[in-house]
Each structure stands twice: as structure tokens, then as C-alpha cells.
């Protein structure tokens, strides 16, 4: 059989378009990527991706290798997180399945009449707001205090017969927030309504971090955890583990259908057919690794989030928010001092990556009750970040330096270019206004998109806008990035 084009050829244009991303080791971009920094980990994920490349995960009666690589891999887990054996879960293909499923199974298992409420933190993962979104739940989210933690009391003044699952996260990933999670058990138990814990950043590391409150499964009244592998677990995209506390609750998370002429569906996830590949990286990084060498990777990351957290403290103009736990910080500018002295994070970021950092813009929000969550920077650390501190700390500090008294982006002059907007946005002018904004794909570009040099003015821009319409802008660059352009 002949080919359109060789194999070398085909090679080359994957390696240009991916010499623009940015990069996936090495530590420069402190979010989205978790690098062990152990070169033959990657290389032993690689070939079990390999070895199982044609297998379809959809059906482990017919890839008996499936349901052995899933068995082993939930005990590893299950065994981290203090599960007995009442646990069981399924292997997910992300952390947002694993959100999904826990909302479904208590949608579910909920015995109210009417519509059932989903209660969680303002700082809960948006994957539970695209749950209650998909599944028919009314979103409550609780306002937290400015260190990003919600308290008991406000999560027991929205409880109600209507209330089918509380969430809680072991941490938030906006500002490593650890919630209360033995109260809320048992101010949940003792109104009979679940409690989930998302640890899908946490669940990997925070059995090794030290002076951490108890979160998981040691706690009584949690009834379900998700945790992910392809974060603090080194395996490539996208495995994740939900558990359940009984076989029971564990088995209403099941699709099953035998009302059709094919063959008998029985799905514990929300995709039937499904890659192989991350389930089998994540169980041999897991048997490579074992809990010991979990713990000796997260004292690497305990000691980077010590030493970053110190630098930033260090910088005048920037403060760390709240008291974070596990390998996260969120960084805002501190309003102690005055403004010539003030760093705003946003621009702070901007600087970082302009000598070649990639940080996290997070914008401000303020939530239900009035009260404003500030503008953030995120940074997530991982093994390799403790290498690279002799460099990472000095371009931290030289940014700062060469924003301080830079004062955060005012979206006024972009506001007064909008037009009326009534009946919503259609694409075309959804598409013009980021056009305005000097916001979206560049059709000359290799690789077919661009976005700003700065992102504060895109940050401050979705922190006045309405929702609605900074979602419906960020929709559309996203669907226009990855429209055919021939």
C-alpha cells in the first residue's frame, strides 16, 4: 500500500507544531504538567502505552488484562487513601470523569422529590459545576473566607432534604485550600447526605505531606474520593480513580443496557470504548515506584514548596494566599503595602514568562455574599522544580522587580468598545469583538494560533465581564482554534 506522505515527513510537521507548545519537562511550566524527572519512568509509561496500544478498554471479559491492570492499580490507591475493604472504585479517564461519575451515582441514590442540589465551595474544581450542569443538579456554592477555606457552619446554613452530595477538596486547586473535611463528615453523616472529597490533586501526595489533617477514607462519613493519576501519579493523560464507599453506591454509577439487538453495554464510566494506554502507564509507574518511591517524589515537592514559599514572602509586593497545603501556591499582591510598592500578580506572571516561566493567571471572583477572591497566580510544583530553583527563584524575584508598582489591568477602554448586547452572542460577533480585543488565531502561524504576549489584559477583561459573555468569548476562541483552516 502506498502512503500520501512518509513517515519521516509526517514526523517532522508533529515535531515543528510541538516545538511551540510549551515545554513538558524540565519544571519551566508550573501548572498543567507533572514531571518526575525520572527519564525511565517516561520511557517505562511509553512502552506499556505500547504494549496495550490496540486494546480496547471498553470490555475486560474480552482484554482480561484490562480488569488485572485496574484491580491492582484501585488497590494501590485504595490502600493510600486508607480504604477498607467496603471501597471499591473504577478507573476513570480523568479527573473530570471521576467528578462526573460521583455526581451521577448520587444523583442517583438521591430518594428527594423535585430537583436535587449539589453544596460545595466556591473554590470547588468547575468540574462539579459542568456535573450538575450535565446531570440536572442545582449548583449552591458556598462562600469561602480569604484564605480560600469554607467554614462548617456556612456549609450546615445551605444543608436541606433537597441537598443530594456535599463536595469538599483535599486541596482546592486555586489556592491549596484544605477544607475541613472531618467536620463536614460529620455535620453530612449526621443529616444523612454523602460527602465527596475531590483529592484529584491531592490524592497522589497528600498521603506523604506532612502535618495534614486526616481527608480520606479515614474519616467515616466520606463517602467517595477522586484522585489522579495523571497528576501527582506521573502518568501521561488521562487516568484517574474514583472510589466509593460500598459495593452499593459503587454499582449505581453503572450504565447497563440489554435493550438493544448488539451486544449487552455495562459501562462504569461515561466513555464505552476507551484507551488502554493511560490505564497501564499509570500501573506500571505504580509497581515501579511503590509507596516508597511516591514518598521520596513528594519530599522533593515539600521541600520546593518550602523554599518557593519563602521566596515569595521575600518579595515585597506579592503575598501568598492563606496557609496551602500540598505542592500548590497561590500568589496575589500584597495590599499591606502601598500601591508604588504592590506587585500585581498578573503582570508579575507575564514578566515570569517572558524569561521563559510559564505560571498561572487565575482571575479574581467575587462570589455570592459580595465578598472579592483576588486575582491569583498559580503555581503548581513538582520533583523537577526543586533542580531548577537556583534559576526559577531569581526570575521570580527580577520580575517582581519589573512590574512593582505596575497596577492591575483596567478593562474600562475595552468595555466602552462593546456593543449593545442583547439575545446573546452570535459567532461572527462573538468573533469580532476578540478580533477587537487583539484576542485569536492567527491563520499565518505554524501551528495556526496565537494568543496575547500579555494575558492580564485578557485576565481583567473576564473579571468585569459578564459570565456569560466571558464564557461565550472564550468559547469561541477555543472553537476557532481547532477549526479546519483549508
Known sequence: MSFEKTS?????????????????????VLSYVYDSGLAELDELAAQAVRAVQPVNGLDPTTFTSVATLERELLGFV???V?????????????????????????RDLWTGTGRPRLVAPTTVHAAFQKAAHYFGLDLDLVPVGADG???VDAVAARLGDDVALVVASAPSYPFAALDPIEALAALCAGRGIPLHVDACIGGLVLPFWPDVPTWDFAVAGVMSLSADLHKFGYAPKGVSVLLQRGRDRQR?????????????????????????GPLAAAWAISEALGTAGFAELAASCVRSTIALRA????IEGLRVVGEPVGPLLAVAADGDVAAENRVDPHHWA?????????????????????????????????PVTEAGLPELVPALVAAADAVRGVPHVDPTPLLAELPPLEGGLDSETAWALLQG?????????????????????LLALIEVLPATIAERLLTELLARMVEPRR
Not at 362 to 381: F, K, M, N, R, Y
Open 311 to 314: 521566596a515569595i514572602d521575600g
Open 149 to 151: 477555606v469554607v467554614t
Open 350 to 382: 507575564d514578566a515570569a514568562r517572558r524569561s521563559g516561566w510559564v505560571l498561572q493567571l487565575q482571575p479574581g471572583l467575587t462570589q455570592s455574599d459580595g465578598t472579592v477572591l483576588p486575582a491569583t497566580t498559580h503555581l503548581t510544583i513538582t
Open 437 to 457: 480585543f487583539g484576542i485569536g488565531p492567527s491563520t499565518g502561524s505554524a501551528t495556526g494560533s496565537s494568543l496575547p504576549d500579555q494575558l492580564a489584559p
Open 252 to 276: 449505581a454509577q453503572y450504565f447497563a443496557t440489554t435493550r438493544w439487538p448488539g451486544y449487552p453495554v455495562v459501562n462504569p464510566t461515561i466513555l464505552g470504548s476507551k484507551s488502554a
Open 82 to 106: 486508607h480504604g477498607d475493604s467496603e471501597v471499591v472504585g473504577t478507573v476513570t479517564t480523568g479527573g473530570t470523569e471521576s467528578c462526573l461519575l460521583a455526581v451521577k451515582t448520587a
Open 78 to 80: 485504595r490502600d493510600l
Open 8 to 28: 519521516a515527513e509526517i514526523l517532522a510537521r508533529l515535531a515543528e507544531l510541538r516545538a511551540a507548545d510549551a515545554p513538558t519537562h524540565g519544571g519551566r
